[in-house]
C-alpha cells in the first residue's frame, strides 16, 4: 500500500513489561508517557522518525505484567524488520522490552485478529511478605486448600456467562467467553493460576484468581462458582485479586484446537 | 543491665530488603531515611518509642539485596520479643521485611561476633534483557563457558590475598581472607554463583564476579586470577559486576566448619 507517496508495512511487534510504574497499557490524555502505549509511541517516532500509533491486542491495567503482549503498527520507514527491536530497545525504559518485530500483511490488527490469551496470576503463601516478591506476586497470609481450589478451576472450564466475574466499566457485547484451560500450579508456597481462553471481560482474571483463593482460605464455599456463572451476580464473588500477580503471557494469532 | 532505670535488652533482627530504592545499607547524613539503617531506625524508634541505634553485620552498598542480613540493638521498651517483627513490618516501607527477632545476650554484637557470611550474585544470558529481572539479576549479552568459570571458582576457594579484589575506599589491617565455598550454579540461562567466607573486603564479590564473567566470555584468561591472587594487582581483572545482581543471604553466627 502506498501511504502518501511511500510504501506502507504494517509491523507485529512483541513486547515486555513490568507494569509497576505505569497506569496501564492504553494511552491517556495528561499521563501518556506514564502509560505503556504511551512511552513505546514515543519510543516509536524517534526511530521511525515519524508518528506511530499502535494498537493493542488489548489493555491492561496499572500494575499488571506482560510477557507477550502484541501490538501493530503502519510505518512508511524502510528500517530492516530485524532491526527493529534492537533499535527499540536502546530507545525504550528498562522495564519496557521490545522482543520481536514481523512484518505482517497490511490487513492484520493485533486485537481482531487475536483468537485467544493466555494470563499466569501468581501468588504466594507465607507468614511475611517477601520484597523481593512485592512487585510479580501477591502476598497470601493464610494456607490455602490446592484441591478445593484446584475443583473450583474445573467448574469454571469451558463457555459459561462470565458476568459474576467481571467488573463494570467496559462496552460489551455479550458475556460469554470460553476458559479453554485453567490450571493451578504448585511449587513450594508459590502458586501460579494459568488460565488461556478466547476472550477476557474486564477484570475475568483477577476476579476468578480472589474467588479461587477465597475458597482456597474457606470465606467462599465452591459452590459459589456454580451460582455465579447461573445467576451472573457478581456479589457473590469476593474482591478481585490486585494487579501486580498478573501477567499477559501470550497472545494467540492462530485457531486453538478446544474440546469442551 | 540497667539503662536510665530501665532493664536494657539487646535484641538481634533479622532483616531482608531490596535495596533498588536505597543509597546502600549504611547511615548517611543528609539521606538518612534512603539509607536502610536510616530506614529502619526510623521506624524502630516509632515502635519503641525510644532513639535505638543499629548495628549492622555489615555494609552493602546502594542497589544490592539482602535476604539474611542482621542488626543488632538494645532497648528498654517491655515489648515481648515475638511481636517485635510483625509491629515492625506494620512501619516499614513493603521493600524492607523484618524476618525474625531474637532477645540475645548483652554483649552479642551484629558484627563483631559474625563468623562469617554467604552471598549470592545472580546474572542471566540472552539477546534481550528481562523487564522482570532487571532489578535482581545481571543480563549478561554473551555466551558464556561454564567449565573455564567453574575452574576459575576453585583457584579462589581457601585462604588468601585478595587485595587485588577489593576497591579501595575502606580501612582494613589485612587483606587475608578465607573463601570456605564458592559454586557457580546453572539453571537454564539463570547463572548463580554462590560465595561463603569468614569475611569479605570492600566490592570483593563484584570483583570477582565481574573477572568470572570476563573469563566466561573469554575476555580474560583463567591464569589472571592466580596472579591477581599472587601480585596483589587490581588492574589484572576486569570491571566490577553491578551492585543489583548480588544479595548478600546469610550471616553465621556459629563457627564454620572449614577444611582447606
Chains 1, 2 share one sequence.
Not at 501518556?32 to 504511551?38: S, V
Not at 447461573?230 to 464473588?237: I, K
Request: charged residues 20%.
Amino acid at each position: 500500500m502506498v501511504l502518501g507517496g511511500k510504501m506502507k508495512r504494517n509491523i507485529k511487534l512483541t513486547i515486555q513489561y513490568d507494569g509497576t510504574n505505569y497506569y496501564g497499557f492504553q494511552r491517556q490524555a495528561g499521563r501518556n508517557i506514564d502509560t505503556i502505549q504511551g512511552k513505546l509511541e514515543l519510543c516509536l517516532a524517534k526511530v521511525f522518525k515519524e508518528p506511530i500509533k499502535v494498537r493493542g491486542s488489548g489493555r491492561t491495567d496499572g500494575g499488571v505484567h506482560a510477557e507477550g503482549q502484541v501490538v501493530s503498527f503502519f510505518t512508511t520507514s524502510v528500517i530492516p524488520v530485524e532491526k527493529i527491536a534492537l533499535a527499540l530497545n536502546h530507545r525504550l525504559p528498562r522495564d519496557i522490552i521490545a522482543l520481536k518485530a514481523e512484518e505482517v500483511d497490511l490487513n492484520f490488527h493485533a486485537q481482531y485478529h487475536a483468537f485467544g490469551k493466555k494470563y499466569v496470576y501468581s501468588f504466594y503463601q507465607g507468614v511475611t511478605p517477601s520484597p523481593f516478591y512485592r512487585l510479580y506476586s501477591y502476598f497470601v497470609p493464610y494456607q490455602l486448600d490446592f484441591e478445593k481450589m484446584e475443583a473450583a478451576c474445573t467448574l469454571l472450564k469451558g463457555t459459561h456467562n462470565f458476568k459474576a466475574f467481571s467488573s463494570s466499566g467496559s462496552n460489551v457485547k455479550t458475556f460469554e467467553r470460553t476458559i479453554y484451560d485453567i490450571d493451578l500450579i504448585k511449587n513450594g508456597n508459590h502458586w501460579q493460576v494459568s488460565i488461556s481462553g478466547n476472550g477476557f471481560l474486564y477484570n475475568m482474571v483477577r476476579i476468578i484468581v480472589g474467588a479461587l483463593i477465597d475458597i482456597g482460605r474457606g470465606r467462599l464455599d465452591i459452590s459459589c462458582i456454580e451460582e455465579a456463572l447461573e445467576t451472573t451476580n457478581r456479589n457473590l464473588l469476593g474482591k478481585k485479586a490486585p494487579p501486580h500477580g498478573l501477567c499477559l503471557k501470550e497472545v494467540y494469532y492462530s485457531p486453538i484446537n478446544y474440546e469442551e
